[in-house]
């Protein structure tokens, strides 16, 4: 009874201290607690408030430039396993586990079993009877994270599978939206470049919508889905009226290693008529933000000038990376702060 009484106050020390307001306080109604998060398309809008919400308050703690270890996910263990490229999506999962106090490993394609032809079913009930509460996963395959639910009972997170979907990328846009603009309902957010191969543009799309704002897609034509099945969204032929008043540019990466040659006539041609620079930006409000999910092709979807300008958030886009991902490992793994 003591003891319980010393981390109540303990708790309302540190909720005083982190936040001043109602640290503790639980969305009794929406909660993530125990669930896989593959894709935003099954998000409910009260859901996405709920992570940024969080992510909010993991931001506090993470500002605060002290210990930033907590002790939410002591005992949990959380696996990253990617079978593709990353650095910002891989290094800012391991942290936010690790901040909140988990066990976290990282596995990597081409240094695990995976080279000698483990199947994905079998690398993942291997990682489960280890003990793992949760598989951060990325794959170049669509379906591959939720082929994993079906193959493992620990939490999914998907990290990023194929063309399909990249949640936590979303998540930390609009993170990042909200932060600067204050709100996200009725925003105009335009998506420039490589639509067709962007997983991030997939997950955008469906969040974005979801949070009433306004989605205006450009690239070129090879470049844009041939079927287009959201609602709230407008395809551009021309780049000029996608961005033309414009409170949000999220500039795409050219996906080249998802592509077949010829898609575009050449990277110059590219970049004079899709590329965002300082010129371009005239035609957005003045206050536009950009955003880039990184990495860049620098010159060719994105100058340098644009990247280092004021109006660029993609470095904050970074560090709100390692909040939303805190928030999502909490939510799903813990139910949110206690
Ligand atoms: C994105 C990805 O992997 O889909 N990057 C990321 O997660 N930071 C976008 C990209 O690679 O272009």
Redesign the pocket.
């Known amino acids: 009874m003591a003891l319980a009484k010393l981390l109540f106050f303990c708790i309302i020390d540190k909720k005083i201290y982190v936040e001043g307001v109602s640290f503790l306080e639980r969305d009794s109604a929406t909660s993530l607690f125990g669930k896989s998060v593959v894709a935003l398309k099954n998000f409910s809008s009260e859901e996405i408030h709920l992570v940024l919400n969080t992510a909010r308050k993991m931001k506090q703690i993470i500002k605060l430039g002290g210990d930033k270890k907590l002790s939410n996910l002591r005992g949990k263990a959380i696996v990253n396993l990617f079978y593709e490229p990353?650095t910002?999506?891989r290094t800012s999962f391991e942290l936010a586990g690790k901040y909140l106090g988990a066990d976290v490993v990282s596995i990597n394609s081409s240094t695990s079993s995976i080279v000698k032809g483990e199947s994905l079913r079998d690398t993942l009930r291997t990682i489960e009877a280890m003990g793992v509460d949760a598989i951060v996963m990325r794959h170049k395959s669509e379906g591959a994270a939720d082929f994993a639910t079906r193959a493992v009972k620990s939490i999914i997170i998907n990290a990023?599978d194929g063309a399909h979907a990249?949640p936590s990328?979303a998540l930390l846009d609009l993170f990042t939206i909200e932060q600067h603009k204050g709100r996200l309902a009725g925003l105009k957010v335009a998506i420039i470049g490589d639509i067709l191969h962007?997983?991030?543009a997939r997950s955008d799309i469906y969040a974005m919508t979801k949070m009433g704002m306004e989605v205006h897609l450009a690239g070129p034509k090879t470049l844009l889905p041939r079927f287009f099945e959201f609602d709230g969204v407008t395809v551009h032929e021309e780049i000029d009226t996608a961005i033309k008043n414009a409170d949000v540019i999220n500039v795409?990466?050219i996906?080249l290693e998802r592509q077949q040659a010829g898609l575009f006539p050449s990277t110059r041609e590219y970049s004079r008529v899709f590329g965002i620079n300082k010129d371009k930006l005239r035609l957005a409000k003045e206050d536009v933000l950009i955003l880039h999910?990184?990495?860049q092709n620098k010159g060719l979807e994105i100058s340098s000038e644009v990247t280092y300008c004021s109006n660029s958030a993609i470095k904050d886009q970074v560090q709100n990376g390692v909040a939303v991902r805190m928030a999502l490992l909490d939510l799903t793994l813990n139910g949110g702060t206690k």
């Open positions: 990353s910002r999506t990023g990249h990328q962007s997983r991030v795409l990466r996906q999910p990184g990495p």
